[in-house]
């Protein structure tokens, strides 16, 4: 029965470890892209919106090309806060237990909010870049949407448990 009880343990520490080197792991790529010079950014984000622009229109403009670029920066942003959400939510749901999980998601709240703001408030800082409240609040959505799929997906799994037995 000891056996089984540190084998529990052990294997927590291990889910744990691996949840926040994970966590780690992506806020550092969200540092990376986020503070790359401007002419590098924008210059990937232009190819890849000239090659899907030039494969919905015929002859694609500069401004289809440009509103190309929009959407697939607002979705960048977006996306990436997603993932940063959904994998802190899940982050602090494996760390606190019981009641605390709730201030375990609060906490993850805080600190997307915190990542979402401070990334786009260290761009203007870097050449060729610049700070953007829209962007900060597609960030925090992102990341919103990311706690709620996970708060939302722990309920059903659980409802799921329960009705499996």
């Not at 984000?45 to 920066?73: C, Y």
């Not at 709240?109 to 401070?118: H, I, P, Q, R, S």
């Not at 960030?139 to 409802?159: D, K, P, T």
Request: include cysteine; aromatic fraction near 14%; proline fraction near 1%.
């Amino acid at each position: 029965m000891k056996h089984g009880k540190h084998t529990k343990l052990w294997l927590e520490f291990v889910v744990i470890a691996a949840s926040v080197a994970a966590l780690m792991l992506l806020v550092y790529f969200v540092m990376r892209v986020s503070f790359q010079r401007g002419e590098v950014s924008s210059g990937v984000t232009m190819r890849i919106a000239g090659q899907i622009a030039a494969g919905v229109f015929d002859n694609p403009t500069d401004e289809q090309i440009e509103a190309v670029s929009l959407m697939i920066r607002y979705g960048a942003h977006f996306a990436l806060f997603f993932v940063v959400g959904s994998v802190t939510a899940f982050v602090s749901m494996v760390i606190c237990r019981q009641y605390f999980r709730i201030v375990g998601i609060l906490m993850s709240g805080a600190v997307c909010y915190m990542l979402a703001y401070y990334t786009e408030y260290y761009k203007q800082f870097v050449e060729g870049r610049h700070f953007q409240m829209s962007d900060v609040r597609l960030n925090w959505y992102g990341s919103l949407a990311g706690i709620i799929c996970m708060v939302v997906s722990y309920f059903l799994n659980r409802l799921l448990v329960k009705l499996s037995s």
